[in-house]
């Protein structure tokens, strides 16, 4: 079945450094690619997507590009802010599935100055 | 703002009673919503989709007696979880299906605690 890896926090960083957090899936067909952001006390928000092979998911500074051939979709910012500690989602929706999500583990990112 | 919510945020029981979680779309008719279940430090388990007006589709392995689904109204789901064990204590998560192309829209997710 689909299945979403992405990397264990939590990823303690100072401000303005750059981000990675990694994901990798595992899914038959061609699934869209998601990153959620959930920020304490509130619920998960889609923070970008990307629907096919070398798209570039993008929104507030955040980038993913989806990787057919590594099967990894890893988000990156180049200067983190305080105000980025959540915890990521990196998940996937597989065609014919309905709108189904499957997600990853989350990673807590804690951004310190 | 949040166009979803949920209630309460978090609850205690005792074992062998059930509670009740509401997933309301504050400002769009859902035809469709999702509910998760997230343990701790681990991702979110869809457990069934709600349909407005009829039965709820179970995840394998979801136990439908246990989890009772209602989607009465096209804003608002519950989610009863009877007879609660203490295995049962959870984080519960709603979505709601909306806009084109069609996307998640969370809740901020009940705390559900069984003593």
């Known amino acids: 079945g689909d299945s979403v890896t992405q990397m264990e926090g939590p990823v303690t960083l100072s401000e303005e450094a750059f981000l990675t957090i990694n994901c990798t899936y595992t899914?038959?067909?061609?699934?869209?690619l998601f990153w959620y952001v959930q920020y304490p006390g509130e619920g998960l928000q889609l923070l970008l997507k990307?629907?096919?092979?070398?798209d570039k998911g993008s929104n507030k500074g955040f980038e993913a590009t989806y990787r057919k051939e590594t099967t990894s979709f890893h988000l990156e910012k180049g200067s983190v802010q305080v105000s980025d500690s959540a915890v990521y989602f990196c998940?996937?929706?597989?065609?014919?599935?309905?709108?189904?999500?499957?997600f990853g583990t989350g990673t807590r990112l804690q951004v310190t100055l | 703002g949040a166009v979803v919510s949920q209630h309460p945020s978090w609850v205690i029981c005792k074992s062998g009673t059930s509670v009740k979680i509401e997933c309301r779309s504050l400002?769009?008719?859902?035809?469709?919503m999702f509910w998760y279940r997230q343990f701790p430090k681990q991702s979110l388990m869809l457990m069934a989709t709600s349909n407005e007006g009829s039965k709820a589709t179970y995840e394998q392995g979801v136990e439908k007696d246990k989890f009772l689904i209602n989607h009465a109204s096209l804003t608002l789901s519950t989610l009863t979880v009877t007879s609660a064990h203490p295995e049962d204590s959870s984080f519960y998560i709603c979505?709601?299906?909306?806009?084109?192309?069609?996307?998640?829209?969370f809740g901020p997710g009940t705390r559900l605690t069984v003593t």
């Open positions: 979505s709601v299906l909306r806009g084109s192309p069609y996307e998640q829209y």
């Open positions: 400002d769009f008719q859902a035809t469709t």
């Open positions: 899914a038959t067909g061609y699934p869209s």
């Open positions: 998940a996937l929706e597989n065609t014919g599935t309905a709108s189904k999500l499957t």
């Open positions: 990307a629907t096919k092979a070398d």
